[in-house]
């Protein structure tokens, strides 16, 4: 089973960019977020001609939103609130007996002191939680994925030392999803799969008119498996070519292979 994360940046907007994804990087499952719009907008017809006719989604009206789509049927969806909000930021369903995770943490806004900035504040308060949620009942067969809006290690990022202040890869970020893949019972597939030195990235910023050429990048979407399955992991990949697509997500599909 092959499973994709994409940070879509509107569905509606980027439908015909799906349709290339679907096509080059061939999945089962995609987990699409920051999908933009309501449910009733939601272009669930349109995205079952693509040949995934099985989806799970939640949406509300400009931000936010996830969504799981699927060639295999999808059972038992579930979604949580966290951090006391009410916004959709999570979906879960069962494919192939696998019960995978679709997650759009916050991104924390622009200054990383919580006394300041709220939204930095909700940030690490939702990674707390889940974090807590995943320790209390150890996953087995399960998949996370997402834009989890951190970059955890140094290789995640074009320069360690000038990003250390910059929200998205400041040490309490870093070292509180490192916690959460820790104590959840993760392991980092993609980091897993390419190694320890291996320079990942998943998203370059539109502030850059070459991103190519600049290469500043961050790895923010990451795709954990649970323990238990680790071992399964028979491939990955980070679709990097999306980024230079036109009218782009600034974020770009990433996949594993589960045997």
């Known amino acids: 089973m092959k499973i994709t994360s994409w940070n879509i940046n509107s569905v509606r907007l980027r439908l015909p960019l799906l349709e290339q994804v679907i096509r080059k990087v061939d999945c089962d499952v995609i987990c699409l977020q920051e999908t933009k719009c309501q449910d009733t907008d939601y272009p669930e017809q349109a995205i079952a001609d693509l040949g995934y006719g099985y989806q799970a989604y939640r949406g ?141 990235y998943s998203w370059w910023s539109y502030r850059a008119r070459d991103y190519l050429a600049s290469n500043r990048g961050r790895r923010l979407d990451h795709i954990f498996v649970s323990n238990d399955i680790a071992s399964n992991v028979s491939g990955a990949e980070i679709f990097s070519e999306a980024r230079g697509w036109e009218k782009p997500s600034d974020h770009v599909p990433i996949s594993i292979t589960l045997d």
């Open 60 to 200: 509300e009206k400009s931000y936010n939103g996830v969504a799981i789509i699927s060639r295999i049927p999808l059972d038992d969806i579930q979604f949580e609130y966290w951090a006391g909000k009410e916004d959709c930021r999570h979906i879960s369903a069962v494919a192939n007996g696998v019960r995978i995770h679709n997650f759009y943490i916050p991104a924390g806004g622009d200054e990383p002191n919580r006394e300041i900035n709220p939204k930095f504040g909700h940030k690490l308060d939702f990674v707390d939680e889940v974090t807590s949620y995943f320790a209390k009942q150890k996953p087995q067969k399960s998949v996370m994925v997402g834009d989890l809006n951190i970059a955890p290690l140094a290789e995640d990022v074009w320069s360690t030392k000038q990003l250390k202040n910059v929200v998205s890869h400041t040490d309490i970020e870093r070292e509180n999803l490192l916690q959460l893949i820790e104590k959840g019972g993760w392991t980092d597939a993609m980091r897993s799969y390419f190694g320890p030195d291996e320079i990942l």
